[in-house]
């Protein structure tokens, strides 16, 4: 609609001629041939629609018809009027279109195909083959994805916050300890399950030192001290005096001898109860014993990690405030620092009992061969016991040989 060019209204087709102001204009429609009514076509209804414009040069009038795509041409003009164009026409003509701004802004007109004839009526328009008028603005939304993105939606957060509360349980689980109030007493002794198992990188045995009738060892270091220590993983019943075990455990670890592989606390999870020492650089004594790709030791040094083991003794039975049985002196069991001294370690199966008393302990440990004949008659661990194991130690260590091993034969 636009005043200075005598519009009629916002839905209009005129003629002009060299000129924007209407000669002649009707509201957009058709008559119907069946009944002859008007059809009014809103032209901003972004529906196809179809326009002729017929010109009889001998009668001198100009048709201008309108209907619906797909709808044929009405018999009924839109608009009709007497016109001479060979006052306008020139020698050289071009047919075609054009739009101006005075369409209104942000009005869009597509044409989607047409056909002219100089002499006759103009080929009809196949519509099978006309473009698809361009779509304005942004694309319906499917109503099957106002259902399926919001149940997608919360689908996905229900399953990330079931995969976080699983992991969460798996999580828990995988370092989950056995710890109850009576421990709390041991203080620093206790080491917490994750802080070990990523020390030794998952006990995933890239680090195991060996393993023994009563557990494996692995090396580890701990974060973020750089402390290196090995771990040794020990079975229990947690029913049959564990309180008594712990209790003795912490006891040890305040042992302070040179000779000694310093136990610096536990671990206990369902079942399983952890050692935690300090890591000795040349590994167990009998390594060098039995393994040929280690260097042989002489005599002195024999001699020496034989003295060390018995200093480490006698401080334990004697120099203590407790008496310290260990229960399980054998090769495998002492250890060489870097400056290759002998350090009695692995106090998994030792017991404590006061100076002036005697122990009780009745159930027998340890390994055959160390053994001595009276422990096995009467299930009571002393420190004679621990000498007996010694001296088999010794003559271990000067042979070279095994306690118990396979009887040679001879061939005559």
Same mark, same amino acid.
């Given at each position: ?8 209204? =916002? ?10 102001? =209407? ?10 041939? &069946? #009944?002859? %009514? ?5 032209? #901003? ?19 201008? +018809? ?11 003009? $839109?608009?009709? &009027? ?17 739009? =101006? ?5 942000? +009005? ?20 099978? %083959? ?21 149940? /997608? ?7 990330? $916050?079931? !995969? ?27 080491? /917490? @399950? ?51 075990? !712990? ?48 260097? +042989? ?5 024999? @001699? ?14 004697? &120099?203590?405030?407790? !008496? ?8 495998? #069991? ?27 302990? +009745? ?11 009276? $422990? ?21 260590? /000067? ?9 040679? %034969? =001879?061939?005559?």
């Amino acid at each position: 609609m636009d005043v200075e060019f005598r519009d009629i209204n =916002s839905n209009h087709v005129c003629i002009g001629v060299n000129s924007l102001i =209407s000669r002649q204009a009707k509201l957009a429609g058709y008559c119907s041939d &069946e #009944n002859g %009514t008007f059809q009014e076509l809103r032209l #901003n209804s972004r529906q196809p629609m179809q326009v002729w414009v017929d010109y009889d040069a001998q009668a001198r009038r100009l048709n201008v +018809t309108l209907a619906p795509a797909h709808v044929p041409k009405p018999k009924i003009p $839109l608009l009709s &009027e007497v016109i001479d164009l060979s006052t306008v026409m020139a020698d050289k003509m071009y047919v075609g279109f054009s739009a =101006s701004g005075g369409w209104g802004v942000g +009005t869009h007109h597509y044409v989607l195909g047409w056909s002219f004839s100089l002499d006759g009526p103009a080929p009809l328009l196949d519509f099978s %083959t006309l473009p698809v008028l361009p779509r304005l603005g942004p694309k319906p939304q499917s109503k099957i994805l106002d259902v399926a993105l919001p149940l /997608a939606a919360a689908l996905f957060v229900i399953a990330m $916050l079931a !995969i976080i509360f699983f992991f969460f349980l798996w999580h828990r689980r995988r370092f989950s300890e056995v710890r109850e109030d009576w421990e709390d007493e041991f203080g620093p002794h206790r080491f /917490a @399950y994750k802080d070990l198992f990523h020390a030794t990188e998952g006990f995933s045995g890239t680090n195991l030192l060996g393993v023994g009738g009563f557990g494996r060892v692995d090396r580890g270091v701990l974060f973020p001290s750089n402390l290196k220590v090995a771990v040794k993983r020990v079975s229990h019943d947690s029913k049959q005096g564990i309180r008594e075990l !712990i209790a003795e455990v912490v006891s040890i670890g305040h042992l302070r001898h040179r000779n000694l592989a310093q136990l610096l606390g536990y671990c206990r999870r369902k079942g399983e109860l952890l050692l935690v020492y300090d890591y000795m650089e040349n590994d167990s004594l009998d390594k060098y014993l039995y393994n040929k790709n280690k260097p +042989t030791l002489h005599l002195s040094e024999r @001699y020496r990690i034989i003295k060390d083991v018995a200093s480490s003794l006698l401080y334990l039975h004697e &120099e203590w405030e407790q !008496i310290v049985i260990h229960r399980d002196i054998k090769a495998s #069991n002492v250890l060489l620092d870097n400056q290759m001294i002998g350090r009695l370690g692995d106090f998994g199966l030792a017991r404590l009992y006061d100076h002036g008393t005697v122990a009780t302990t +009745t159930h027998v440990v340890g390994i055959m061969g160390y053994l001595a004949p009276k $422990l096995i008659r009467t299930g009571k661990a002393k420190p004679l016991t621990d000498v007996f194991a010694f001296g088999m130690f010794v003559l271990e260590v /000067a042979c070279g040989r095994r306690p118990i091993g396979r009887a040679r %034969t =001879s061939h005559k």
